[in-house]
C-alpha cells in the first residue's frame, strides 16, 4: 500500500467480520458468507491486497445481480474413484473448495493421483488457499481456472484469456509448504487494478492500451486496455494449457466463452476450476519428505534464492492489524 493513500487498521477478526457482515447482507446465508470471509481475510492476512477485500464490492455487485446463487449448495459426482465432480450450483467458489479438497486428498492418499473437477462457479480470490488446505494433508496440490478475456495471446493485441493464474503446493512436513500461486500474465488483473486505483505505474511490458499501444499507465491497461503474457510465447502457451485444462477438461466455459453469459455487473465470471492432488507417500514413497527438504534446501542457500511464498507466511506470522485502503472500508461499510 501507498504511503500517500489513506488508510485504516483493521485487525484480522475485524477484516473477516466485515468480510462477511456484507456478504450477509447482500444475499448470501451462513455457510457461503463464512466460506468466502475467511479466503478475503487469509489474502488480507498474508498480504495479498489484490485479493482480499478488494474483491469485495464487485462480488457484492454479482449477488445484488442475481448472477451468484448466495445460497448455493455443491453437489458432488463421483466420477472414478480417483476423479471427483463438484457442480457449485452457480455459487462463490470458497464452499466448493471447502466441500472438495478432503475428498480429493482422501481419493490421492488411496489412488496416489486424483483430480477435482470444479464447474458453475465464481472463482473471484487468491489460489493458494486450496493448493495449501491440500499440503496440510500431507499432498502436492496443483490448480487452476480462467476468468474472462483480459490478457492478449503472443503477437496479438486483443484480449482472448484470463489472466489464467495457476497454483502449486509441495508438503514439507514440520515445515512451510513450497507455494507458489501467479497469473500467467505479466501482473495479475487484481494488481494492475490496485495501481491504477492508486495512481501507481506498471513496469514495461505488462499491457497496452485501447490502441494497442505498450504503456506503463496502469489505468489506461485496466480500463479499455490489454494485459500482455508473461515470457511472450512461453506464458501465452502455458495460459492455453490452463484453458484446456479448467474449461476443456473440467467441461465448463472459455474465457471467451464466460465473457458471452456475463451479465457485467463487474463481479467474478462463472467457471470450471481444475485442481490436482498427489500423494508423495504413495508415489515417492518413504523418505519422499527428507529427499524434497534436501533439494529446497540446496536451492534456497544459493546466493541470492528466495523460495516463493516466503513474504506471505512472514506476513501470516504477524497478528497486527493490517493498514486496509480507507476508501473501501468506508464504501463496505455503507454498504452494510
Same mark, same amino acid.
Given at each position: 500500500?501507498?504511503?500517500?493513500? +489513506?488508510?485504516?487498521?483493521?485487525? %484480522? ?38 485479493? &482480499? ?48 479438497? +478432503? ?10 493421483? *486424483? ?49 489464467? +493464474? ?10 512451510? =509448504? $513450497? ?8 501482473? *495479475? ?12 505505474? !506498471?513496469? =514495461? &511490458? ?17 480500463? &479499455? ?23 476443456? %477438461? !473440467?467441461?465448463?466455459?472459455?474465457? $471467451?466463452?464466460?465473457?458471452? !453469459? ?17 500423494? =508423495? ?23 541470492? !534464492?528466495?523460495?516463493? &511464498? ?17 476508501? %473501501? ?8
Amino acid at each position: 500500500m501507498s504511503e500517500k493513500t +489513506p488508510t485504516i487498521e483493521l485487525g %484480522l477478526a475485524q477484516i473477516e467480520e466485515l468480510a462477511k457482515s456484507c456478504l450477509l447482507n447482500h444475499g448470501c446465508d451462513e455457510a457461503n458468507a463464512a466460506a468466502a470471509a475467511r479466503t478475503m481475510a487469509a489474502a488480507e492476512r498474508d498480504g495479498s491486497e489484490s485479493h &482480499g477485500l478488494f474483491r469485495l464490492p464487485a462480488t457484492l455487485a454479482s449477488l445484488r445481480s442475481g448472477k451468484v446463487n448466495g445460497r448455493a449448495r455443491p453437489v458432488e459426482e463421483s466420477l472414478t474413484p480417483a476423479a471427483i465432480r463438484l457442480d457449485a450450483d452457480r455459487g462463490l467458489a470458497p464452499l466448493a473448495i471447502e466441500m472438495g479438497v +478432503p475428498l480429493l486428498a482422501e481419493a490421492a492418499k488411496t489412488m496416489g493421483v *486424483a483430480v477435482l473437477l470444479i464447474r458453475n462457479s465464481f472463482h473471484f480470490t487468491a489460489l493458494w488457499p486450496e493448493v495449501e488446505a491440500l499440503a496440510e494433508r500431507g499432498m502436492v496440490g496443483l490448480a487452476c481456472t480462467v476468468h474472462t478475456p483480459m490478457m492478449a495471446p503472443f503477437g496479438a493485441k486483443k484480449a482472448f484469456f484470463s489472466t489464467n +493464474p495457476i497454483s502449486f503446493a509441495y508438503p514439507r512436513p514440520g515445515r512451510d =509448504p $513450497y507455494v507458489f500461486d501467479m497469473a500467467t500474465a505479466a501482473k *495479475a488483473r487484481g494488481e494492475v487494478g490496485i495501481a491504477a486505483r492508486d495512481g501507481h505505474e !506498471v513496469p =514495461p &511490458g505488462v499491457g497496452l492500451d485501447a490502441d494497442g499501444n505498450p504503456t506503463t499507465d496502469a489505468k489506461k491497461i485496466h480500463d &479499455g486496455g490489454v494485459i500482455l503474457p508473461f515470457g511472450g510465447y512461453k506464458g501465452s502457451a502455458i495460459a492455453t494449457m490452463i484453458e484446456l485444462l479448467a474449461a476443456g %477438461l !473440467v467441461g465448463d466455459y472459455f474465457s $471467451y466463452e464466460a465473457i458471452k !453469459v456475463d451479465n457485467r455487473d463487474g463481479g467474478p465470471a462463472i467457471g470450471g476450476e481444475f485442481i490436482l492432488a498427489m500423494s =508423495p507417500q504413495v508415489l515417492a514413497g518413504p523418505g519422499w519428505a527428507e529427499h524434497s527438504d534436501a533439494f529446497l534446501d540446496e536451492l534456497e542457500a544459493m546466493e541470492g !534464492v528466495r523460495l516463493p &511464498g516466503q513474504r506471505r507466511f512472514a506476513n501470516r506470522a504477524s497478528t497486527a492489524p493490517r493498514h486496509i485502503n480507507a476508501e %473501501l472500508v468506508t464504501s463496505l461499510r455503507d454498504l452494510l
